[in-house]
């Protein structure tokens, strides 16, 4: 079956860090660019991050710039997100996403809290 | 940035009826377009991409039609599991973008 299952979620203080990671299975990880993208509650999708299949290439949306870094191990078939200088705007749902087509495989998403 | 605008916010429909749901592009996308389904308390799914092609398992009253700046979701016949929130994106230029969403709710 071919799933992603996210993990690292919790409640972190303003100013905090975090790091969510993503395990795959069921299918040629390598050969999928993976993506991390966010909800907020009730509020509509933000993608985040976004890295090759290789892992040779990386992209953020601005809001995330220089706070976050996204990282994969295909030998583990795991996707990293390390996310720093967290503050109540990063609150939301964070997703494990695979693109091949589009945004094809959907984990089931990890919580993310930033409060005091 | 693509901003993505999806209109109507909210569109109430019976059971058996046809929605069509639209979603404009700031600029032109090309074909790189898709529509998304989400349920509440549940990820979304993806329903179709490259404008127009189902994704493996998608129903075929579901239908995705448009070009360049304009797109259309169009569901022929509303069955009760259709009822739910749905996004379109934009997978063109970074940064990758999504509309707003629409829900679908029952009539």
């Known amino acids: 079956e071919v799933q992603v299952s996210e993990s690292g979620g919790g409640l972190v203080q303003p100013g905090g860090s975090l790091r969510l990671s993503c395990g795959a299975s069921g299918f040629t990880f390598s050969t999928y660019s993976m993506n991390w993208v966010r909800q907020a509650p009730g509020k509509e999708l933000e993608w985040v991050s976004g890295i090759s299949g290789s892992g040779a290439d990386t992209a953020y949306a601005d809001s995330v710039k220089g706070r976050f870094t996204i990282s994969r191990d295909n030998s583990r078939n795991t996707l990293n997100l390390q996310m720093y200088s967290l503050s109540a705007e990063d609150t939301a749902v964070y997703y494990c996403?695979?693109?091949?087509?589009?945004?094809?495989?959907w984990g089931q998403g990890t919580m993310v809290t930033v409060s005091s | 940035e693509i901003v993505m605008t999806q209109s109507p916010a909210t569109l109430s429909v019976s059971p058996g009826e046809r929605a069509t749901l639209s979603c404009r592009a700031s600029?032109?996308?090309?074909?790189?377009f898709a529509w998304y389904q989400q349920k509440p308390g549940q990820a979304p799914r993806l329903l179709i991409y490259?404008?127009?092609t189902r994704a493996t398992g998608i129903p075929v009253r579901f239908s995705g039609s448009g070009s360049g700046t304009e797109f259309t979701l169009t569901i022929s016949s509303l069955q009760s599991e259709d009822f739910a929130a749905y996004f379109c994106q934009q997978y063109d230029k970074w940064p990758l973008t999504f509309g707003g969403g629409t829900k679908v709710e029952i009539k």
């Open positions: 996403v695979g693109r091949r087509d589009a945004f094809d495989i």
């Open positions: 600029q032109s996308v090309g074909s790189n």
């Open positions: 490259a404008v127009s």
